[in-house]
């Protein structure tokens, strides 16, 4: 063998790839700014609901975060801010004396406390959420009851069917996400805002919880798991090969245990994906900066460099 084909089978590959993934998940990341400003939609919500039912003006108790928020997996450009709401005890009795949908008239309650200090926001009233729409962030409130304390379980309002109350347990959402990441070298929150990106970019018909539980179920069983960036090709290529053959089954919830169904309509993106990914990769490997930064592109949207 010659010095100059030696040299050229031990030419480093892959070079491009965890400067590009890096640079992908920074542009993902909030702002100061929008970080700052959705904290300060938050506060103002709840300081509003604590004045109006619990005689407080602290703009923290009796709420917490839910959602990305929670669970540190938002993505910019920012979504909205998610948070349940505890109301008092006294409440649940007083509605009860309704006639009629109690839920849809205690979700109308809520929203009118919010509307009489943001007059020119809007605001809706659809269970089992309040949706303040405000200029840059949107704020979605649950209002809720506590359940049981020890289990962090709340009931939440179902104006479905007359209404009725369901039982919810989004803490533990929060926890098994956490719990994962330590597990896998901290690879499920960066998968997590990869794959919302991808379901903004693509408009990929699923909810953004099921991504957060198939990236959970697909890291626990990945060879990649406990590597880091130089790896994020392929752990993207062989998310979408195994993401196929989810179509058409289920998934349970943390902490209910709720039978969450995944259908379908979401394959054709899932596999189209999957075949951009297999070119990606296959140019990554022979360090084509620019043509994997096409195919990242047409999966991910142009937070992820096409040069790096």
Not at 187 to 201: D, P
Request: aromatic share 14%; glycine share 4%.
């Amino acid at each position: 063998m010659s010095l100059q084909v030696a040299a050229a089978e031990e030419a480093p590959k892959w070079i491009f790839v965890t400067k590009r993934f890096k640079s992908f998940l920074n542009n993902l990341e909030l702002t100061d700014v929008q970080r700052n400003d959705g904290e300060t939609k938050f506060k103002g919500v709840v300081k509003t609901l604590n004045q109006a039912y619990w005689n407080s003006n602290s703009d923290t108790d009796h709420a917490f975060y839910i959602g990305s928020w929670a669970k540190l997996t938002r993505i910019r450009p920012p979504r909205d801010v998610d948070l349940y709401f505890l109301l008092p005890l006294e409440v649940h009795k007083r509605f009860e004396q309704y006639n009629g949908n109690k839920q849809s008239a205690l979700l109308q309650d809520v929203k009118g406390k919010l509307l009489a200090t943001n007059p020119t926001s809007e605001i809706k009233g659809d269970g089992p959420v309040v949706l303040a729409a405000f200029t840059s962030f949107s704020v979605e409130v649950v209002p809720a009851f506590l359940y049981d304390d020890t289990e962090r379980s709340y009931y939440v309002c179902d104006t479905k069917n007359g209404g009725s109350y369901k039982k919810t347990m989004p803490l533990h959402e929060v926890d098994a996400i956490t719990a994962a990441d330590a597990r896998n070298s901290n690879n499920v929150r960066r998968l997590i805002r990869m794959l919302k990106a991808w379901q903004a970019w693509c408009s990929v018909p699923i909810k953004s919880f099921y991504l957060e539980l198939l990236a959970i179920e697909f890291l626990d069983q990945c060879e990649w798991r406990n590597t880091d960036y130089f790896y994020y090709d392929w752990i993207s290529r062989d998310f979408f090969k195994w993401l196929i053959t989810k179509a058409n089954t289920h998934l349970w919830a943390p902490g209910t245990y709720e039978l969450l169904w995944l259908g379908e309509a979401w394959k054709s993106r899932a596999e189209s994906a999957y075949a951009r990914a297999v070119k990606a990769c296959d140019c990554e490997r022979a360090n084509e900066e620019g043509n994997a930064g096409d195919e990242w592109q047409k999966i991910y949207g142009l937070d992820i460099p096409k040069w790096t």
